[in-house]
């Protein structure tokens, strides 16, 4: 049996001022049958690729309310949902959900169809305006290989990159192979590591990932030390976030040492007087 419904998202907009919003949920209606139901994401990481200083926990508690709202309508309606007169489409019912105003939660003008499977369509609209995204990337203004390019430059100049080579260092429950190494006494090591991401969350992100590398690493036997080569935001506004990832990295246990793009020219120096000591360049 086919039957009419209307369905409104459900928006979580940080700032009303700048009208920015991020789709969170799916509440669906169909008259015919008396169905009134609703799914919100209860993942706020990627709200925070785009808003900062999210309360995670304040963010889940908004949308259990909004779930446990909709059950509560369904479930005093015994059969027909609380109003004098049913409503012929979904927009009436949003207002018992919460009030339609100028809040962080808002609900985007309705549409509509037919379904002859109602649970069927909220699960894909749900899919279609909010699941679908909640996994996007993060935009890359540079990535790890364009910072390199910045710091192997000068390395060709002196005629050192040559002398680079990929290395593995195998611990007890993990592995990574660094594609730049030489080795004085001990392995030298040598990783880009791009911050000019597009979002302050992927940012700081990517750094903890790093540092939970490198806590892995930790476990194994052989001793070397860690270049990280930093490729700065390109935007000023993401330069707090990449202090912040500077202080997550400065956590790794691991003999470490961070060169920045400025830096680049005393970096070849530095690797140029020690590749002399032991492989005579």
């Not at 710091?151 to 990574?176: C, D, G, S, T």
Request: glycine letters at 4%.
């Amino acid at each position: 049996m086919k039957t009419n419904y209307t369905f409104s998202v459900l928006r979580y907009i940080h700032d009303v001022v700048n009208g920015e919003f991020v789709n969170v949920g799916v509440l669906i209606y169909a008259p015919d049958i008396d169905y009134f139901d609703a799914r919100c994401s209860k993942k706020y990481g990627r709200l925070s690729k785009f808003f900062t200083e999210i309360d995670g926990d304040h963010f889940r508690s908004l949308m259990n309310y909004i779930e446990a709202r909709v059950n509560l309508i369904r479930m005093n309606s015994q059969g027909e949902l609380p109003f004098n007169k049913k409503p012929d489409n979904i927009h009436e019912l949003l207002s018992t959900v919460i009030p339609l105003d100028d809040s962080s939660l808002q609900f985007s003008p309705p549409g509509g169809g037919i379904t002859s499977d109602i649970q069927d369509t909220l699960d894909d609209l749900f899919h279609r305006y909010v699941e679908k995204y909640s996994e996007a990337k993060a935009i890359v203004t540079r990535d790890d290989e364009d910072v390199w390019k910045v710091f192997r430059k000068p390395l060709v100049e002196k005629k050192l990159v040559f002398h680079l080579k990929p290395h593995k260092i195998i611990a007890k429950n993990y592995e990574y192979e660094f594609q730049h190494a030489w080795k004085n006494g001990i392995w030298r090591t040598l990783e880009a590591v791009s911050f000019d991401l597009d979002h302050p969350f992927s940012i700081t992100d990517k750094a903890n990932k790093w540092l939970g590398r490198s806590i892995s690493l930790e476990e194994s036997d052989e001793k070397f030390k860690l270049y990280l080569l930093l490729g700065r935001p390109s935007r000023e506004s993401l330069i707090s976030a990449y202090i912040k990832a500077e202080n997550i990295l400065h956590k790794i246990k691991i003999e470490h040492e961070f060169i920045r793009e400025t830096e680049v020219k005393e970096f070849a120096e530095e690797v140029e007087k020690d590749m002399e000591q032991h492989l005579n360049v």
